[in-house]
């Protein structure tokens, strides 16, 4: 599910949520301060979440590359 950074349009409480994408479309996401559905989407992080595998072995040049390459 992703994270949603919404602020309301009544109150003007922003708030960051994680949501399916339906309950969004749908308006079923409700501002924590004052319960209304009335929302906008803001922009404010990008939330990147990165899963690594382990390789087997450490990468020859991770003093290079910080080991992200992959070897």
Same mark, same amino acid.
């Given at each position: ?7 309301? /349009?009544?109150?003007? /409480? ?21 319960? /209304? ?13 990165? /899963? ?20």
């Amino acid at each position: 599910m992703p994270f949603y950074d919404l602020k309301c /349009s009544k109150c003007g /409480s922003e708030f960051n949520v994680m949501a399916k994408m339906s309950q969004r479309e749908n308006k079923e996401i409700k501002c924590p301060g004052c319960g /209304s559905n009335d929302l906008e989407t803001i922009f404010k992080n990008v939330n990147i979440i990165q /899963s690594r595998k382990d390789s087997g072995g450490d990468c020859p040049n991770r003093h290079v590359c910080g080991g992200c390459c992959n070897h």
